[in-house]
């Protein structure tokens, strides 16, 4: 069964980092892209970054572009996203999906606050 689960929140300063890990079962991670998600209190979900199966090609949005970066390790089955310069409005709980099925996690919650 295909399965992601989203790990590496937490409460962290603002100008802080954290690396967020997405673990995959079930599939082939090569052969799918994955995407993250966030949904911050009271607003609609945003798509974050994404990358490619294939030619490994990577998407930020304009929000993020310059502070996260997401990667692929295939021998541990794991999507990372990591975050540097964090702002307050990075809050959100941040999900991992499989673009390709449709399959999500169940989030991981990111709190940026002095």
């Known amino acids: 069964q295909l399965q992601l689960v989203e790990s590496g929140g937490g409460l962290v300063q603002p100008g802080g980092s954290l690396r967020l890990s997405c673990s995959t079962s079930g599939f082939t991670l090569d052969d799918y892209s994955i995407a993250w998600f966030r949904r911050a209190p009271g607003k609609e979900r945003e798509g974050v970054s994404c990358i490619s199966t294939g030619d490994e090609s990577t998407y930020y949005a304009d929000s993020v572009k310059g502070r996260f970066t997401i990667s692929r390790d295939s021998a541990e089955r794991t999507v990372y996203l990591r975050m540097n310069s964090l702002k307050p409005e990075d809050t959100a709980v941040y999900y991992c999906?499989?673009?390709?099925?449709?399959?999500w996690g169940q989030g991981t919650q990111v709190t940026v606050s002095s």
């Open positions: 999906s499989s673009l390709t099925t449709g399959h």
